[in-house]
């Protein structure tokens, strides 16, 4: 599947509704952290509209999600 064109918002929901927590905000930037096992994720996700391609693709790797995953909890 193509990787969607979303802003930073539409992308925080979505990773809202895979488990994430907002932790913090500092300007334009949310940080987000998962528990998983023993190891915690944590994501910066840029409040940028619409969100770089590259930068969306590694959030959704580094999420641990496929790219389908992720279109499914827009």
């Known amino acids: 599947m193509k990787l969607p064109v979303v802003s930073g918002e539409k992308a925080i929901k979505a990773f809202l509704n895979a488990g994430f927590v907002k932790v913090r905000q500092r300007g334009s930037h949310v940080r987000l952290e998962k528990i998983e096992g023993n190891d915690i994720i ?33």
């Open 42 to 74: 944590k994501l910066t996700v840029p409040l940028h509209n619409p969100m770089k391609k590259g930068t969306l693709s590694r959030l959704i790797k580094d999420a641990g999600l496929t790219i389908d995953e992720f279109v499914n909890l827009l």
